[in-house]
């Protein structure tokens, strides 16, 4: 992969088009986390393959800036190349906009004064897209292009959209036809005086309309639009895709089928008053499409209703079907864990083991369970100082072998048809040292501390995120993601908008939402921990200040004992990992063999004083 | 007051000018808190006076919206007038846009469609107008009249706008120069790409002239505003004011008097390209003068930069002056409350004391303090179940008695020329029940844990808000207020924009702020806890993960121990009690008598298992 050659190409485009720089967000039209080959265009400018980072280019200068998930492993990726890192919410890295404003500055041209810089506006969000508009504004001007994208030009051998083929997803694990959802979301529309909406964000269609496709590596999701109005309905897609089933399917639901490429069309064509754009969601180019109608003779306007879509919401609130479905995906998925545990020590003791072979491991224990469908992202086995970086993925040249010491920091989850599981272990291998002891005994900590939390229906995850963060702060101590995310039903294993997080999410916690718990420490060049659980959001109590809500547990696993430093642990905090353990012992035990069962004893044997 | 009769005054007013209906905010030109008389139209409207409200009448119906603090005042005040009490932030309560959408609608006249609501645009701010006007055109398109206020016509006897003296403020206290205060504002408006700004704000002007006044009461501010562009700055006030050596200060420090009135004539020769106006502090009405030149053909355009002021932040980290003033302040209010706490079991054993007289006699010793300029606030001397209206202020009407036993809730402040303090103590009179023992030990601990709290350098409020609530919420209470505010120099006992709340307060906390820690819970119909202390920031460590903060308390005075539930304590907590005792033991008793060092050496005595 030659980066710099790539560069020079962009550059020639760059300055046949006038553009003094080009920005290259990491994500599709669709704004998905992760994304189809085909968009993957911000890697093969950059060579930086993880999930969130934003590469520009200028005439005489490249960046890329990503967030401390991917610190270490940027700065592996982009060595050799011209691109220079940026740090995001580290002091002193300038934003995209004040850094093309230096640059622009610094390199402009006596005689030709190009001051616009291009984005392509399909694969940007219509809020990112405006608020870079207003902070290039800012540097001398700078505006902005966003109807050219020059990778038609310069990338040989783009991969194609893909054209996975689409299930039906039963109701059976659903819950809600999906006559019953788009009732609900016109209702929801109404109540914000909309009309209509397009929605764009893959797993919101697949939630929707109960199918399930495989366009993205780990999500169950296909590329597609679906605009809704009061009358109809109708999605947007290669109809290659759709079997005679689904067709049927779609027919009976009176869900309209047309082209992908269609949707501008449908756009324009639309005939109601307004329409709901969610400008997180739907890109800048199709918000343009609605925004410019009525500005030529032949099109009526449509009034654009800025707003969330309602279908974020709705989806995290899991039907009662969806959450047997969890229950039964954490069974399966705990009694592979269990295994996979028991396996792994004397495995490790007795050699040849490392990150990638211990991953393959637990996947194909996963792959032994009932509606297993793969995995729910790549796995992250990060032995010694690869636990450090949060988004580590092995690779065969940087797998290393693992010994019998230290810790390996394991985060893995499997899609099954019933629900999709999200884990985080850290494993002593062997002797620690009084660092990683303390370092995890403060993990666990604030881990626990998110467990034990009860606050009133309707709180925010940032609210209540300082809980898992206190003990460690208290040490100097902290980690810059978040504390915690939304998880699909076999759908994307990240899923909004609630979090808990340092920022504001002001999604309002309800019952009936998942969100995982998974605090951790880094330390460059040591150690990582991480330990996690997905929740379950449950009414807790009702008073006369209102209704409380507390988190149960979904995940079944023991967590290593091994490492804690009890002194440290308060007593809630005991008892909370002892009544955990006592649970997973009591749910796993029933459907494991004996021997897994002696392992499982001890492991959730009670947390004592010696 | 004949509230309805009033209500009858204004209904002619509106038929004449064709309102549905008109709206009566709680502030002032300036978005004050705390207001002049003259600008207390809300409470001359409906009765209700207090601190936060909003009245809405319409032809045909009448409605105030307050917050948790002033549910119970607000019932007893507007009894036997038309209003009815709208509680904000409790279920099912309408906004002021539903509310207005479905009165109008229920009440449209056959002939004469009025779909027009007033407010008056002086009154309120830009950004609660742009708001309201959004949230009126979706109710069937209401729009709104800012450019009328009824009370000139209908409110005999207005009292006029205040004209007080005004003092300069000495830097022995101040710290910095309005010269400097001035460089350093005009270099944050640059790096905000404004080339001047319009400060409305009392208290900030207040702050940047180094000078003080006395037009509202507790809030030592001058009505005035102050236009700063790059090469002048003009103060907006009655000139009257002006002293000699105001008038020689201001000259000095090349500042221009204009007459008050003259502001929107200031605005419209501001001759620079753009200029910086707070929604949240400039009024509508100041903000369309802005927005309205170039309309016309003799006036030059200037562009809005909407953002917040940067005086606000300023502000609020204190300079090394303020923060000895404030140490002096609260050794002064920590001696009279000393004094204070002493006498008050005795005199309410002995008979005849009141909410009343305590109150008095509190600001009494206060007074006996030097530099003391007054009280930072109406005292809030709440017995038993009057302790549970959060703002309650004691009138002869609604004065009670004190008996041996049950608990005072006194939140009470002074001004200091140093300094200004703010401190709630909850004091067991006599026997208390198990309830009351219970609740003021979840409010003791959840006052403790933000005393704890340690936290990286930029977070909000709004992150570590919930270590005040975390053990009230596991028994199913919680308190509607924020838990903290800033408290100025001198100036405003409540100041902003950091705060602890439930609600998003984005201004990162930085070393140098003040913030009180004020945790409560209130049970309707038998008593209110409050504890609460004013808080420093400073530094508590540097690691590789950054600076993190902690809190110091300024407050000097005992916590009752008496209703402490200690098997409820944390050790943590405990420890903190006891050394924070052994400060405020150690640091006032040099300045006691032997008689007070005896009660105060009891009142401070460590906590222990007995």
Chains 1, 2 share one sequence.
Not at 194 to 212: H, P, V, Y
Request: charged share 25%.
């Amino acid at each position: 992969m030659n980066i710099n050659q790539r560069l020079e190409d962009l550059r020639e485009v760059m300055r046949r088009e006038h553009l003094a720089a080009f920005i290259f967000p990491s994500t599709d039209p669709h704004q998905s986390e992760y994304v189809a080959d085909h968009w993957k265009g911000r890697e093969w400018i950059s060579g930086f393959n993880g999930s969130a980072g934003t590469a520009v280019v200028t005439l005489n200068a490249a960046a890329l800036w990503t967030d401390s998930r991917y610190f270490l492993a940027a700065e592996e990726q982009l060595k050799g190349t011209e691109f220079q890192l940026m740090k995001l919410k580290i002091e002193g890295t300038p934003t995209i906009a004040e850094w093309l404003g230096r640059e622009i500055a610094a390199h402009r041209h006596p005689y030709e004064d190009w001051t616009e810089v291009g984005i392509d506006g399909w694969c940007s969000s219509t809020s990112s897209v405006k608020d870079l508009i207003a902070d290039l504004r800012k540097e001398n001007g700078i505006t902005l292009r966003t109807n050219f994208d020059p990778l038609r030009q310069i990338w040989a051998g783009r991969p194609p959209i893909p054209q996975s083929p689409i299930e039906i997803y039963p109701m059976e694990y659903a819950g809600e036809s999906t006559h019953d959802k788009i009732a609900r979301i016109r209702q929801s529309l109404r109540q914000q005086h909309a009309d209509g909406m397009l929605m764009a964000a893959l797993d919101d269609i697949a939630w929707t309309l109960n199918l399930r496709g495989s366009d993205v590596h780990c999500n169950p999701v296909f590329v597609s639009y679906l605009l809704i109005s009061q009358k109809s309905v109708t999605l947007y897609i290669n109809k290659e895709k759709l079997t005679s089933e689904v067709s049927a399917y779609l027919k009976a639901e009176d869900i309209k089928v047309e082209d992908y490429e269609q949707v501008k069309d449908g756009l324009k064509k639309y005939f109601e008053y307004n329409i709901l754009l969610d400008p997180d969601e739907v890109n800048y180019a199709l918000y343009e499409v609605v925004r410019n109608k009525g500005k030529m003779n032949d099109l009526q306007k449509t009034e654009i209703v800025e707003e969330e879509s309602p279908v974020k919401r709705m989806k995290t609130v899991k039907h009662e079907r969806e959450i047997a479905g969890f229950r039964s995906a954490m069974l399966k998925d705990g009694i592979a864990m269990v295994r996979f545990l028991k396996w792994l020590k004397p495995a490790v003791e007795a050699g040849g083991q490392t990150e990638m072979t211990v991953d393959q491991k637990l996947t194909s224990l996963r792959a032994e369970q009932p509606l297993f469908r793969g995995i729910s992202f790549d796995t992250i086995a990060g032995y010694a100082e690869h636990g450090a970086i949060v988004h580590y993925e092995a690779t065969p040249e940087t797998d290393v072998p693992l010994k019998p010491e230290g810790l390996l920091l394991l985060d893995s989850g499997a899609q099954y048809l019933d629900g999709t599981t999200d884990i985080t272990r850290t494993i002593a291998l062997g002797p620690l040292t009084d660092e990683m002891k303390k370092v995890y005994t403060l993990v666990l900590k604030g881990h626990i501390q998110i467990e034990l939390c009860k606050f009133p229906s309707g709180a925010s995850g940032t609210q209540i995120d300082i809980l898992a963060r206190q003990a460690m702060w208290r040490e100097g101590l902290n980690y810059l993601h978040g504390t915690g995310h939304g998880v699909g039903t076999y759908l994307n294993v990240h899923e909004g908008p609630h979090q808990f997080r340092m920022e504001w999410k002001p999604a309002p916690l309800v019952a009936g939402m998942t969100i995982t718990d998974e605090p951790g420490v880094y330390l460059a060049g040591k150690f990582g921990v991480r330990i996690e659980n997905t929740l379950l959001v449950v009414p807790y109590k009702e008073t006369e200040f209102g209704k409380f809500l507390q988190f149960e547990s979904l995940t079944l696993c023991p967590i290593d004992k091994s490492p804690i430093l009890i002194e440290m642990m308060a007593q809630e905090e005991i008892d909370w990992l002892n009544a955990y353990h006592q649970h997973v012992f009591d749910t796993l035990s029933p459907h494991l063999s004996s021997d897994d069962i002696e392992w499982l004893r001890t492991a959730c044997a009670p947390l004592s004083f010696q």
